[in-house]
């Protein structure tokens, strides 16, 4: 591998030299620099905190590639919560190496959704045909961009070919992009894993956010060690935006209200953003406005993957043609999402989702007024008396504390130490859902039941007899879910989609790694209206019907959770 490290290290260098020398560039070419210098250091925790717009993606990168050489390392992995940013990094490295003739499909790999559900398998006792499970991913290449989801779940959630993953894990470079989406019951999960990587098999692990979650600060054993600071310097950040606050906290604002904004903004400034908390939000405010004179897009998770993709594309097309648009999407665009609005709505969540939305406004610095004086990209916060977050727990402790926050004037949201008092505020508040709690099972956590098991033990056994430890293997994987959804992954017949389902249907199963761009998750609580819209193909494999996609909302409301923040 040494050889194509050093390889892959040559063709980052020659890129970051083509970059046109301003301001912006200078700095994210410095962070660049030190990602190289610090790549050099012994394998363990590294920490890369730096703005939003700093270049995280290729400098991680840098780093990553760098310190595989150095180690002699098998793979770089890198872990990502969302699945916009990582078919956009993907897609970064796979031009890069494409570009300058390495096929990138011998060298990176996509692992984002299981079109084999695998727990639908076990739970019908079906077994995988070998000529599918021949086509399953194991993380064999060199660089493999997955979920946080598809991370923790291939260690804690079992299956056969979730252990051909683990395996894959050593040995390896892991980088944690947006690492402040790590869900809060999955923390101790999250730190005992990567702690054991490190520990045991012979990996490193890099963190990477805007804004840092001190993991390393919560009092328990299950702290991570503090980490090496790849970038020691507190760069100033380039002031692109202002954020303006609209919060009404006495009886909030309307979805028409909002609506009606958004569509001044997108008059007067060129364009908007329209960021919201559930799906269900994003679905209101997309129909309020499609009827109007400006094109309106809308990003969720109930899109596949490819139809994410070309609508970005897309959005990314009409900004540079500076035509009026309008986008309205949940928290997926605002990390990792290299897009530039001139205005930006934000419904009131955590400090971290109000930086990362305000980075993708004026993203690039280029706003100007009528004399080509540079101006602030301005950043709408609004509280929505109507939207439902459900059971969204940590939202509506955000939405409390920025109120509180408010409350007391004029915030400056970018500085360390209202950052700082956030996750104290945060971690305050939900630590006793850091061990991954199991609801209605004898009040035990996932750490309990993979450790000494005492709820569950102390009546069934004489605990003498076998030591103090009788840890419920099965049960914790069997209750292991980083998102609390009964969901199976469907192909949706989205342009290339169709012909992979026909394909399927036909035994032709070369095509189940094609088929990942084309999968959406769907809710399994309807099961009789769940038949009327989903084909079995067989093999843990299913289809969405026609008619169930919707060329602009992707699958129908009632198969997907609307209160979902994705």
């Not at 602009?552 to 609307?562: M, P, S, T, Y």
Request: proline fraction near 2%; charged fraction near 25%.
């Amino acid at each position: 591998m040494k050889k194509f490290w050093g390889k892959l290290e040559e063709l980052l260098e020659k890129n970051q030299n083509s970059f046109k020398k301003n301001e912006l560039n200078n700095i994210r070419g410095e962070i660049f620099r030190q990602c190289a210098l610090c790549s050099q250091n012994d394998k363990g925790f590294f920490e890369l905190c730096v703005p939003t717009g700093g270049g995280k993606t290729l400098s991680s990168l840098r780093f990553a590639v760098g310190h595989a050489k150095k180690h002699n390392l098998d793979r770089i992995i890198f872990i990502i919560p969302f699945l916009n940013i990582l078919e956009q990094n993907a897609k970064v490295v796979k031009e890069l190496l494409d570009k300058n003739g390495l096929n990138s499909k011998s060298y990176v790999l996509e692992s984002h959704s299981n079109v084999i559900n695998e727990d639908y398998q076990k739970n019908n006792q079906a077994e995988t045909d070998y000529k599918v499970s021949e086509f399953y991913n194991n993380w064999d290449e060199p660089i493999v961009f997955t979920t946080m989801v598809q991370f923790l779940e291939n260690v804690y959630a079992g299956g056969t070919n979730a252990v051909r993953r683990f395996h894959n894990m050593a040995n390896a470079v892991l980088i944690f992009d947006e690492i402040q989406a790590l869900p809060i019951k999955c923390i101790y999960m999250f730190n005992l894993l990567v702690k054991f990587l490190v520990y045991f098999a012979n990996s490193t692990v890099l963190l990477c956010s805007a804004t840092q979650p001190p993991l390393s600060q919560l009092e328990s054993e299950m702290s991570l060690p503090v980490a090496t600071k790849i970038v020691a310097k507190n760069y100033p950040i380039l002031k692109r935006t202002r954020i303006i606050n609209k919060v009404d906290v006495c009886n909030g604002s309307s979805y028409d209200e909002i609506a009606d904004f958004a569509l001044q903004c997108a008059k007067d400034k060129g364009s908007c953003l329209v960021v919201v908390n559930t799906k269900s939000s994003v679905t209101k405010i997309f129909q309020l406005l499609k009827e109007s004179t400006i094109l309106v897009y809308c990003l969720t998770t109930n899109l596949c993957a490819e139809h994410r993709s070309e609508i970005i594309d897309e959005i990314k097309a009409k900004l540079k043609n500076k035509e009026q648009i309008i986008c309205v999407s949940t928290s997926l665009i605002e990390a990792g999402v290299d897009i530039d609005f001139a205005s930006v709505i934000r419904f009131i969540a955590g400090i971290d989702n109000i930086i990362q939305s305000a980075g993708r406004c004026n993203r690039e610095g280029k706003l100007a007024d009528s004399q080509g004086n540079k101006i602030l990209g301005d950043v709408y916060l609004f509280y929505n008396k109507n939207e439902s977050i459900g059971k969204l727990e940590e939202i509506k402790q955000a939405q409390d504390f920025i109120i509180e926050t408010l409350h007391y004037g004029e915030v400056d949201f970018f500085s360390e130490k209202i950052i700082e008092k956030y996750y104290k505020n945060k971690f305050k508040n939900n630590k006793q859902k850091f061990d991954y709690p199991i609801k209605d099972f004898n009040g035990t956590s996932q750490i309990e039941l993979l450790s000494t098991n005492d709820k569950l033990c102390s009546n069934a056994i004489n605990r003498t007899e076998i030591g103090p430890i009788f840890a419920s293997f099965k049960t914790a994987g069997q209750n292991f879910k980083v998102i609390d959804n009964d969901q199976i992954s469907v192909i949706v017949p989205y342009r290339t989609g169709k012909e992979i389902i026909e394909a399927i249907r036909n035994n032709q199963f070369d095509v189940l790694k094609k088929a990942q761009r084309y999968t959406v998750n769907i809710y399994t609580n309807n099961l009789s209206r769940m038949n009327e819209a989903v084909e079995d193909l067989g093999h843990g494999i299913f289809a969405l019907k026609s008619g169930f996609y919707h060329d602009d909302l992707g699958v129908q409301a009632e198969f997907v959770n609307q209160n979902q923040i994705y």
